[in-house]
């Protein structure tokens, strides 16, 4: 009888590195396909969220842009009645 998990292990059969089972094939393309799976959904919400950050910031650059146009619309419409009068 084994007495520590050293002994034990060393008793055992050695594992081989090829599954045995078609079973064990799967899980393994499936543990793999979840792993990539998982990249790819961060990859792809990463994305979105420089999209959405890039928006907000062009937003933000529109209305800058808007106030500045409409002040100098502003100064041109009050030039140009100061020099109609």
């Known amino acids: 009888m084994p007495v520590t998990t050293r ?4 008793r055992r059969a050695p594992l081989s590195a090829v599954p045995t089972k ?3 094939i ?3 393309e499936t543990a793999e396909m979840l792993l ?3 990249l ?3 990859r792809i919400q990463d994305l979105e969220e420089g999209v959405r950050a890039q928006r907000v910031r ?3 650059r529109a209305v800058r ?4 146009w409409s002040r100098v619309a502003r100064w041109a ?3 140009s009645q100061r020099l109609q009068n």
């Open 7 to 10: 002994d034990y292990e060393a």
């Open 22 to 24: 078609v079973n064990e």
């Open 26 to 28: 799967k899980v393994e």
């Open 36 to 38: 990539y799976e998982e």
């Open 40 to 42: 790819a959904k961060a």
């Open 58 to 60: 062009g937003h933000a």
């Open 65 to 68: 842009a808007a106030h500045r």
């Open 77 to 79: 419409s009050k030039r």
